[in-house]
T-cell receptor, first 116, second 114 residues
Framework: AQSVTQLGSHVSVSEGALVLLRCNYS??????LFWYVQYPNQGLQLLLK??????LVKGINGFEAEFKKSETSFHLSKPSAHMSDAAEYFC??????????????FGQGTTLQVKP | SQTIHQWPATLVQPVGSPLSLECTVE??????LYWYRQAAGRGLQLLFY??????ISSEVPQNLSASRPQDRQFILSSKKLLLSDSGFYLC?????????????FGPGTRLTVL
């Protein structure tokens, strides 16, 4: 069965510093992997996704993530944090064992704080 | 383009009262539909999903039920609310065809049960 672990429920960085949010997954089949962002009192917004092909995936708002099969990781990064990046971030893996339901398995989320 | 709507945006209800939250999707056909709940300080919990009209799968036993009376309409209900039903409820949809597991979320409904 697929699973997702996000390392660190809270991450704090200074404005302009590197952002690195960690995600490890478990999947018995080639995974589809996703990062979503949630701002307070809003729904989740897709940041980026990996399905097949290039392992470095670029998303919106300057974020990128690298799929590393050997490490079963899909860490999210951004070279320079902005105050507007403060939000909660969710990593997810497709539940491919559930036929055509499109279900995703979500991590518990990481709250990113950006200090001025 | 596709859009997803949820209403109401916020709701305050007394314990024991009924509940009906509605979600509709525009610009696509035959979507998979999902209801999630976020309790305070906790992650996403998948409550129900649907792959077609009248087809509802429940992920966890609870005080809630879901229905899909039309292709692009998904309703979350309760006959009697509990305090523990408070939370942020999110509806999402994904394309039915295989290989496109991306889920797209609505704006959410904040439910407070007093």
């Amino acid at each position: 069965a697929q699973s997702v672990t996000q390392l660190g429920s809270h991450v704090s960085v200074s404005e302009g510093a590197l952002v690195l949010l960690r995600c490890n997954y478990s999947s018995s089949v080639p995974p589809y992997l996703f990062w979503y962002v949630q701002y307070p009192n809003q729904g989740l917004q897709l940041l980026l996704k990996y399905t097949t092909g290039a392992t470095l995936v670029k998303g919106i708002n300057g974020f990128e993530a690298e799929f590393k099969k050997s490490e079963t990781s899909f860490h999210l990064s951004k070279p320079s944090a902005h105050m507007s990046d403060a939000a909660e971030y969710f990593c997810a893996v497709s539940d491919k064992g559930s036929s055509n339901t499109g279900k995703l398995i979500f991590g518990q989320g990481t709250t990113l704080q950006v200090k001025p | 383009s596709q859009t997803i709507h949820q209403w109401p945006a916020t709701l305050v209800q007394p314990v024991g009262s009924p509940l009906s939250l509605e979600c509709t999707v525009e610009g696509t056909s035959n979507p998979n539909l999902y209801w999630y709940r976020q309790a305070a300080g906790r992650g996403l919990q998948l409550l129900f999903y649907s792959v077609g009209i009248g087809q509802i799968s429940s992920e966890v036993p609870q005080n809630l039920s879901a229905s899909r009376p039309q292709d692009r309409q998904f309703i979350l209900s309760s006959k009697k609310l509990l305090l523990s039903d408070s939370g942020f409820y999110l509806c999402a949809w994904s394309p039915r065809e295989r290989g496109t597991d991306t889920q797209y979320f609505g704006p959410g409904t904040r439910l407070t049960v007093l």
